[in-house]
């Protein structure tokens, strides 16, 4: 999926000057055909469940929404191509990368709604015992702008180690971005000591026992997203009604999600009528409905730390917090990213997360359906953030 070709694609779109004839070709196609059905983006990771449930259950159809069959991209580079030039209308993506292609390309897109909470993990070789086990060797990263690499970075940063893009030395780790099926098998062959991504890979390596979990990411930041779903501006100012019925399906799909995991996994499975991944359903349940014997391994173990906080492997609740994105873009700030990120240096984390999203549509979402009770969300739809290593 996510090489650094993918990487140095990316850099090269994320530019003004790159973006510019895809926004244009974008225009030109919305022009051509202002009432085009819905067409979602993905990769087959379950950043994308929201998505592919609204999909598979039948609820665009329901709210009014005219949509063709996901189309599943095997990296980044190529959802985010296509996503610009406006052949996909909606994707999710890594929410750093958000950041990245609002800011440094100044494409006219917003992010509305999460997709998930937690649902990652820094899995590493059964050997290793520590973060600080890790010096010397290589840990995967499925991007530079993804919250896999800012949370590991503080986690290698605690541990009193530097992070090194080549030939680690002791005190060292190096950070390598990797395709997610290539790191369980580069964990396997010892080329890894581990690697943090979404799920199911971490799974994935459990169930070969090539790999265990050391620590869930949403253990050290409570409810944290990953990925975001996003949409043009020409779609949002134009046709609000119907990116409202688009986001009233995603949000319950969310709410489906969270009540029934294991359908939920056998719908996305490779067994499910759809095949919208290439993962087996045994698997899928893993993260999605863990059984408690498990769950208490990780809090034995050490994956978990804080019990208290009761967090699943992987969660759903769509209302992005505008606290998480000025942190997220706080610590974005402080963490090593290749290439050129001058324009990250620039932003005021509180009025970048401002513009960066879009929140009318979830919020008459969740007030419409009554939801905000089934995603426990407070009243006044503000947290505190808490991120403790």
């Excluded at 919305?30 to 950043?47: Q, R, V």
């Excluded at 690499?149 to 390598?176: F, S, T, Y």
């Excluded at 969660?315 to 700030?333: H, R, T």
């Amino acid at each position: 999926m996510h090489t650094r070709r993918d990487f140095l694609k990316l850099s090269a779109l994320f530019t003004a000057s790159a973006a510019l004839p895809l926004l244009q070709a974008c225009t030109q196609r919305a022009a051509a055909e202002p009432d085009a059905p819905l067409t979602i983006g993905y990769l087959p990771i379950l950043d994308a469940t929201p998505l592919l449930v609204a999909h598979g259950n039948g609820l665009f159809q329901q709210n009014g929404i005219e949509t063709v069959k996901p189309v599943l991209f095997r990296s980044w580079a190529s959802l985010v191509e296509a996503f610009l030039s406006g052949q996909v209308n909606l994707i999710h993506v890594l929410s750093p990368m958000s950041v990245w292609m609002r800011y440094s390309s100044k494409a006219p897109v917003r992010a509305l709604m999460w997709n998930h909470t937690c649902g990652s993990a820094l899995t590493v070789r059964p050997e290793i015992e520590s973060v600080h086990d890790l010096q010397g060797q290589t840990v995967a990263i499925p991007f530079w702008y993804s919250i896999h690499n800012v949370i590991v970075q503080q986690m290698i940063r605690q541990a009193g180690l530097e992070v090194v893009e080549k030939d680690p030395q002791a005190g060292q780790i190096r950070l390598a971005v990797m395709s997610p099926s290539d790191m369980v098998p580069g964990l396997a062959s010892g080329q890894i000591g581990g690697f943090i991504v979404a799920e199911p890979f971490n799974a994935l390596a459990e169930a070969k026992g090539v790999g265990k979990v050391l620590r869930f990411s949403g253990d050290i930041w409570k409810d944290h997203a990953c990925c975001l779903s996003m949409m043009h501006d020409h779609d949002i100012q134009n046709r609000p009604d119907w990116v409202q019925g688009v986001i009233n399906s995603l949000v319950q799909a969310s709410a489906w999600a969270k009540s029934h995991r294991v359908e939920t996994a056998a719908l996305l499975a490779k067994q499910g009528i759809q095949k919208y991944t290439p993962h087996d359903a045994a698997v899928l349940r893993s993260v999605l409905q863990p059984e408690p014997v498990v769950w208490a391994e990780y809090n034995r173990d050490g994956a978990i730390h804080h019990p208290e906080w009761h967090q699943h492997r992987i969660d759903f609740q769509p209302y992005p917090f505008p606290s998480y994105s000025e942190m997220l873009i706080k610590l974005l700030q402080q963490t090593h990213l290749a290439g050129v990120n001058q324009f990250l240096l620039d932003l005021n984390p509180a009025e970048a997360a401002e513009v960066l999203f879009d929140t009318r549509f979830v919020e008459k979402a969740l007030n419409q359906q009554n939801l905000t009770g089934t995603f426990n969300l407070p009243e006044n739809l503000r947290r505190r953030e808490v991120f403790e290593l």
